[in-house]
């Protein structure tokens, strides 16, 4: 199998926003995640070691970047939003 075929039957990221790339003095990339069967999004080196820990830690059992944004009302009833940078879904544990 080639390179090239390999790549065509790779998923595609489910980031729900997209990943700021080519930013001068920015580290961006992509990992094939062998958890999540298909390729991950990091937008700095910090996000990229994360990757490398949760990918080799067992007890999770899946993982996704940039969520879909989280939004709630503050103390003043100001709405708010953010995006987090993973979520996280661990082995149940027994």
Not at 22 to 32: A, E, M
């Given at each position: 199998m080639t390179v090239r075929n390999k790549a065509i039957r790779t998923k595609k990221s489910t980031a729900s926003r997209r990943v700021v790339t080519?930013?001068?003095?920015?580290?961006?990339?992509?990992?094939?995640s062998m958890k999540n069967s298909r390729v991950?999004?990091?937008?700095?080196?910090?996000e990229r070691d994360y990757i490398y820990l949760i990918e080799t830690d067992r007890g999770v059992k899946s993982y996704t970047e940039q969520p879909e944004k989280l939004v709630w009302l503050d103390g003043t009833g100001k709405e708010n939003e953010t995006t987090f940078d993973f979520c996280v879904e661990r082995a149940a544990t027994t």
């Open positions: 080519n930013r001068s003095g920015h580290f961006t990339g992509y990992y094939f991950i999004q990091y937008e700095s080196i910090l």
